[in-house]
């Protein structure tokens, strides 16, 4: 096993995309999973020295062999529990909010807030490392951000709550999304295991997928708001 399987074993064990890459994204992940606790500074070099330094490896901020078959061996051979905490799942929350555009943060913490009142406990994730590639414009969406995952977490038999795949929730959470304004796709055959929703803009109901593309394309090289109706 090479360094990149070991990046993708803790990418999935965070729930983040599995590319193989160590990207600033990656590192602020598994800091959270070493340290279950979210950064006080999310300077990359910094984590890694952190992380380099919880290890007892040498905290260079160079990502040596040692640094990969330590966090592996930490993170995946000995953790066999996948038990996680609702505080965990607050605090992973967070942190995938803070990955996300401004446009879509406010949805994501209101259907994080009604998934609760309604006595159900969501995990924000990262897109499931397959997916069937789709040509309309709301999963054209995720090129611009207004696209985000979730994943539902239940308690077992033995009362500890995990990750689980089919749940009747997914469709409840579906529900809720909507009455907020979220569109989803509830296609099991290619999403099993998280929901994905989407934001398609007001202003892009009359226009056809090229016109929405080219618009939100235009709004984002000029920092506009993509939402905004102008």
């Known amino acids: 096993m090479d360094y990149s399987d ?10 983040i995309e599995t590319d193989g890459v160590a990207s600033s994204k990656t590192w602020l992940h598994v ?9 006080y500074d999310l300077n990359t070099e910094i984590l890694i020295k952190n992380i380099q330094h919880k ?4 905290h260079d901020a160079y990502v040596w062999d040692k640094t990969w078959d330590a966090l592996y061996d ?3 051979e000995q953790d066999v529990e996948t038990e996680i905490t609702p505080a965990e799942v607050e605090q992973s929350n967070m942190l995938m909010l803070n990955t996300m555009s401004k446009e879509v943060v406010l949805f994501a913490k209101e259907l994080i807030y009604l998934a609760a009142k309604n006595g159900i406990c969501i995990r924000l994730m990262d897109k499931p490392k397959k997916q069937k590639q789709f040509k309309n414009k709301k999963i054209a969406n995720s090129n611009f951000g207004l696209s985000f995952y979730v994943g539902v977490f239940e308690k077992n038999t033995k009362g500890k709550l995990v990750h689980v795949e089919n749940s009747p929730s997914y469709a409840k959470v579906a529900k809720l999304g909507a009455s907020i304004g979220l569109t989803y796709n509830h296609e099991s055959k290619y999403f099993k295991s998280s929901q994905k929703f989407d934001i398609v803009p007001a202003w892009a109901v009359r226009l056809n997928d090229t016109e929405m593309v080219q618009e939100l394309s235009r709004r984002k090289m000029e920092n506009i708001n993509l939402l905004a109706i102008i």
């Open 6 to 15: 070991k990046i993708k074993a803790l990418q999935e064990k965070a729930g």
């Open 55 to 58: 290890l007892n490896v040498r």
């Open 74 to 76: 930490l993170l995946i």
């Open 31 to 39: 800091y959270y999973l070493l340290f279950n606790s979210v950064p």
